[in-house]
């Protein structure tokens, strides 16, 4: 399973910060991203409606996730798909191993699956013996930079051009490029062959339809098309909470996700993949396994978590969260980055090992509104926090803040009384500039910027002043 | 205990068990609902036809499908790419050589019977079957090798989708999907008869038309594209740098 780094944050925040390309990176996201869904989502009429609807079709199959995996499975099966079921990230390295060995597989062609990277597939493959050739072009340029994705949906967002030209120079042997369209036709040139040689093609499952049995992917590239028809044996990997009804719940989905994701009406290709190849067919894969992985997730069911298992993994939560717009992916250490990661990292991989997580938003309610599936992102790590409390995996210096400033809320005269005093204190150290550049207990915040000093007086002190007038 | 099991038994154990799950969920799948959908303007041509736009594809039209030849070429001519490719074998008969293309119909492959025995329905294109058919291989004849080097793939479409100026294409035996994938220009003939409104009428034409849906469906909305190097969008990654729609009565 990929190591979740995430105990690293705050040591990565503060590196992030101030690492100025990044910088530069992160508010091309924003512009393109943010402007661009607000541009198409308007093109629902019914955007409120359209929402509810998401979210029920979700809730549909989540609420009674067994029946709907079961009777996903028969269809699957009765076209001649074999499924396969994975507790953790190592099963799932262990069954495409086998199905590798079993096909005399050499070599992959992968196009981008988030959950692959939860279960570092490329990495067991490799040590198999099998060569994994990513085929995203951001996933592939990660793989000649040995970098992990920092976002779900952009994963090289990260890298400018002339990093990629670079890179490319280095590692293709080239002369180097300096066009955006010169390097996307290198990398096109260079993976085509891959593609045509590939023994089996890898990919994810955006949904899987219960219905009819088959996985649909949605790629602007035309990798996913590629890997899911040339190579003669095809894996897709993804989560148990993928499934969908019908072919009309999957349309609904449609309409949302790329016009949260990357401000599309539709993405370029949506592939719906049923069955393996038959007799009649004249191309597509002659072995078509999928594989679902819960990997924590079952665990999410039932419970207060539960709503977080509808994300459709668009990414609109991270595009307009104000924390990841500054500090980025790789700062949140594992696979998933943003709100919708700051819940699910601690959640499928131990909030112990996350702890900074659940606090990593300042409850803004962007993201929230955002989702295309109404997840209740600032209420979830709202409960995270209180985990958190529950569990005593506060620091001691916070749980004693915490503490101190309950006592004085239970006592309504002290409390006025040590504000006043407080903020009398506050205003004089601010001076003319009415600006606190150091603070005690507080250089987290100081260290970057200044802490504005109040005024001199206290809220109770304006509020009585207004209400006698 | 199998992973299966395993898993099964964790989601059985975090939810109460619906008593008639299995009727509900016969009853969704029967009735398959549509969810909300955007208002379509009736003229479903001329909507499909801004949509296509918007999503850089090209569009040209015409009332005989005897004049896509030539619409075609004039279309490479003027782009300077060049003049040949390979197409579906229901499009082979059209006066491709008259208009000076080079177009090869992809061989036309065997059809189950309902006896278990395989046989051509499609007959093979006249005079425009290039040497591409290694002799007695053609029941398992891989298509991929030769496709590579095509650089114009002609296919039609089972649908067209005005709500998102999408093409809706079925794989089967003489509609491969490679032929839209491989070559840098794609070229779709669209019976305007064929525009439907939105995805839910797509797949309801699907249901009506098919028993079950075949091994792939593709959605294609334009040139292939990334936007994965500093988000700028540039046409032609991994799939056709073009998309060509010609809409034509078919
Ligand atoms: S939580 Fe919502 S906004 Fe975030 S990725 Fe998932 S679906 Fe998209």
């Not at chain 1, 309950?406 to 506050?426: N, S």
């Not at chain 2, 329905?121 to 053609?138: D, F």
Request: aromatic share 6%; hydrophobic share 40%; proline share 6%.
């Amino acid at each position: 399973m990929m190591q979740n780094n995430a105990l690293q944050f705050k040591r990565q925040v503060t590196i992030k910060l101030a690492d100025v390309k990044l910088q530069g990176a992160l508010s091309r996201l924003q512009s393109r991203f943010v402007e661009g869904r607000s541009a198409v989502i308007s093109e629902i009429a019914d955007l409120p409606q359209t929402r509810d609807a998401a979210a029920g079709i979700r809730n549909r199959v989540l609420n009674d996730l067994e029946h709907w995996l079961l009777h996903f499975e028969r269809e699957a099966t009765a076209r001649g798909t074999v499924v396969h079921w994975a507790e953790t990230g190592e099963d799932v390295n262990r069954i495409v191993t086998e199905i590798a060995a079993q096909h005399g597989v050499k070599t992959a062609a992968k196009s981008k699956s988030m959950v692959s990277e939860e279960c570092g597939l490329n990495d067991a493959l490799e040590r198999a013996g099998v060569t994994v050739m990513e085929t995203d072009l951001g996933e592939y340029i990660l793989q000649l930079a040995k970098e992990a994705p920092s976002h779900i949906v952009a994963p090289v967002v990260h890298k400018n051009k002339e990093e990629v030209a670079d890179l490319f120079a280095e590692k293709h042997g080239l002369p180097r490029k300096t066009g955006i369209a010169e390097l996307c036709r290198e990398a096109r040139e260079i993976l085509r062959p891959a593609f045509l040689n590939a023994d089996m093609g890898i990919s994810g499952a955006n949904f899987l339809i219960a219905e009819t049995g088959s996985a649909l992917i949605v790629t602007n590239e035309g990798n996913g098309r590629l890997v899911t028809t040339l190579p003669r044996v095809h894996v897709a990997i993804t989560g148990i909470e993928k499934v969908v009804p019908t072919l009309e719940d999957v349309s609904t989905l449609l309409r949302l996700l790329p016009r949260s994701a990357t401000g599309q009406s539709i993405t370029n290709y949506v592939s719906m993949l049923t069955g393996k190849k038959s007799v009649t067919d004249p191309d597509g894969p002659e072995h078509f396994h999928i594989i679902l992985l819960d990997n924590g997730r079952s665990s999410l069911l039932g419970g207060e978590m539960q709503d977080m298992l509808r994300c459709i993994r668009c990414g609109a939560c991270m595009n307009h969260c104000p924390v990841y717009q500054n500090i980025g992916g790789h700062a949140y250490g594992w696979v998933y980055p943003g709100p919708m990661g700051s819940i699910l990292t601690p959640l499928l991989s131990g909030l112990e090992n996350s702890p900074d997580l659940p606090n990593a938003s300042t409850l803004c309610g962007a993201c929230a509104v955002v989702c295309p599936v109404k997840i209740p992102l600032p209420d979830l790590l709202r409960k995270l926090r209180e985990k958190q409390m529950e569990r005593g995996m506060k620091s001691r210096q916070e749980t004693l803040l915490l503490k101190t400033w309950a006592w004085f809320a239970l006592h309504p005269k002290l409390y006025a009384f040590a504000t006043k005093v407080g903020v009398k204190f506050m205003a004089i150290l601010g001076g003319k500039e009415k600006l606190l550049h150091n603070l005690p207990g507080a250089s987290g915040w100081t260290n970057g910027r200044d802490f504005p000093a109040p005024t001199g007086k206290t809220f109770r002190e304006l509020y009585r002043k207004e209400h006698n007038k | 205990m199998s992973a299966r099991d395993n898993i099964l038994n964790k989601i059985r154990k975090a939810q109460t068990p619906n008593s008639n799950a299995a009727e509900v969920i016969a009853q969704h799948l029967a009735q398959h609902p549509r969810g909300p959908r955007p208002n379509i303007p009736d003229d479903l041509v001329a909507h499909f036809k801004a949509r296509a736009l918007k999503l850089s594809s090209d569009v040209l039209e015409t009332d005989d499908s005897k004049n896509v030849p030539q619409l075609l070429a004039d279309y490479l001519r003027e782009k300077s790419l060049p003049m040949s490719g390979v197409c579906w074998p229901e499009l082979a008969d059209l006066p491709w050589l008259a208009a000076g293309l080079e177009i090869h119909s992809h061989p036309p492959l065997p059809h189950l019977n309902p006896d278990g025995t395989t046989s051509h329905s499609t007959k093979p294109a006249s005079g425009q079957v290039a040497g591409y058919l290694p002799k007695g291989e053609e029941a398992n004849i891989s298509l991929r090798e030769f496709n590579d080097t095509d650089a114009v793939g002609v296919t039609s479409a089972f649908c067209a989708i005005a709500e998102t100026g999408t093409l809706m294409m079925l794989g089967g035996a003489d509609t491969p999907a490679t032929t839209s994938l491989l070559p840098e220009t794609h070229v779709a003939i669209v019976d305007p008869k064929r525009i439907v409104a939105t995805m839910e009428d797509a797949w309801e034409l699907m249901r009506k038309e098919f028993s079950q849906p075949p091994r792939a469906v593709n959605f294609i909305s334009g040139p292939s594209r990334t936007a994965d190097i500093e988000q700028t969008v540039t046409l032609g990654a991994h799939g056709p740098y073009r998309v060509l729609l010609i809409l034509a009565p078919l």
